[in-house]
């Protein structure tokens, strides 16, 4: 695959998302711009107020949707607030705007917003698989299995990437580092060029353990 030069990566924000589904794809993409700096990443929201994440740690957004920021891919993150963004209708209309060559991506149940426009019909796709207190009680639901709820046509993976095509999907929590990892991959970037960005970021070994793991879907 050709390298995309100056790949833009924008990140959704809003308010209750957990810190690792953001933070890590965009400490990936930080590290990276250490040895290619035309990578860029930053923050969108729907306006340009501050936005509060989950326990406290305060965000501020780079751009706001009517900004409308060249991307060549969008994370949505997940945590608390999804539940709210799953019916955000404004969300929803502004990812329905991106053009079709930009990449949509997901960490862990930011994937249910995907599956709630219907996007991951005929498409394979994961979420978080080890359910917190709450969801392994008679009153909650874990993760993966809800997204087998809001998209009864997607088809389920348990694989901690999922590829398919336009979408990118990722696991649990810390599956925002492979998720990192293999945009850059998707960007054009050689394995020659991840390893030394796992090797810097102290995570070689997890890599190579997790590198496999990686679902790509050929319906897509």
């Not at 005929?122 to 087998?148: F, H, W």
Request: aromatic share 10%; glycine share 10%.
């Amino acid at each position: 695959m050709e390298k995309k030069a100056g790949f833009r990566l924008g990140v959704y924000m809003c308010k209750d998302l957990e810190i690792m589904d953001f933070a890590a794809p965009y400490g990936v993409f930080s590290v990276a711009r250490r040895f290619d700096p035309e990578l860029d990443a930053f923050f969108v929201a729907e306006s340009m107020r501050p936005i509060q994440a989950q326990a406290g740690f305060t965000v501020i957004p780079n751009y706001a949707f009517a900004d409308q920021p060249d991307m060549d891919a969008f994370l949505i993150p997940g945590g608390f607030g999804t539940r709210q963004e799953v019916n955000n209708g404004r969300l929803h209309a502004f990812i329905r705007g991106l053009p079709e060559k930009t990449l949509l991506l997901s960490v862990c149940t930011g994937s249910w917003i995907y599956g709630r426009m219907g996007l991951l019909d005929g498409r394979a796709a994961t979420n978080r698989k080890e359910p917190d207190r709450l969801e392994q009680s008679n009153m909650g639901k874990v993760p993966i299995d809800r997204l087998a709820e809001i998209a009864p046509a997607c088809r389920i993976s348990r694989a901690r990437v999922v590829d398919s095509g336009r979408i990118i999907t990722g696991g649990g929590i810390a599956s925002g580092m492979e998720v990192g990892f293999h945009l850059l991959r998707r960007a054009g970037y050689d394995e020659e060029f991840i390893g030394e960005v796992a090797r810097v970021m102290e995570y070689a070994k997890a890599y190579d353990g997790y590198r496999e793991d990686i679902e790509y879907d050929p319906a897509s």
